[in-house]
């Protein structure tokens, strides 16, 4: 009896440590932040386009615990001529305030995206953030 519960044990195992190293192995998912005003004190749910006054408020604890002094923003495959430009960073309370400027080549066309973006230090990843980009189209 007790040969078969060991048996039975290690093959359980066997069949669970695939899962459990590839969970703890994974790619760290993408945290969902919030975009607020230059203040930190108004939160908005996405980016939006042909700004300078919003900021992306992320949790220290996503940054490490504290904020590093060479951040940069890496915001991937944007729609072509969209970009997010990190201008400054500043600290309120447990949350970092990424202050950056959102703007697009085109205004002519509209944009309504998720971004992924990598906030790097010391060229490695630190923290990938995940917030919508914004942009109605206009015309002159």
């Given at each position: 009896?007790?040969k078969?519960i060991?048996?039975?044990?290690f093959?359980l ?6 899962a459990?190293?590839t969970?703890a192995?994974?790619a760290?998912?993408?945290v969902?932040v ?12 996405a ?5 300078s ?6 949790p ?6 504290s904020?590093p ?5 890496d915001?991937?495959?944007?729609a072509?001529g969209?970009?997010?430009?990190l ?9 970092a305030l990424l202050?950056v400027?959102v ?5 002519g066309?509209s ?5 992924t973006?990598n906030?790097m230090?010391?060229?490695q ?15 002159d």
């Open positions: 009896m007790k078969n060991l048996t039975a044990a093959s195992s066997l069949l669970l440590a695939p459990v190293l969970t192995l994974a760290p998912t993408a969902q919030t975009a607020s005003d230059s203040s930190g004190d108004l939160s908005y749910p980016l939006y386009t042909e700004s006054w919003m900021s992306l408020a992320v220290l604890a996503d940054l490490g615990g904020v002094s060479d951040l940069s923003l915001a991937g495959a944007l072509v969209t970009t997010i430009t201008d400054s960073v500043t600290q309120t309370g447990d949350m202050h400027t703007s697009r080549a085109d205004t066309i944009i309504n995206q998720l971004a973006i906030v230090s010391g060229g990843v630190v923290a990938t953030l995940s917030i919508p980009v914004l942009g109605a189209a206009s015309s």
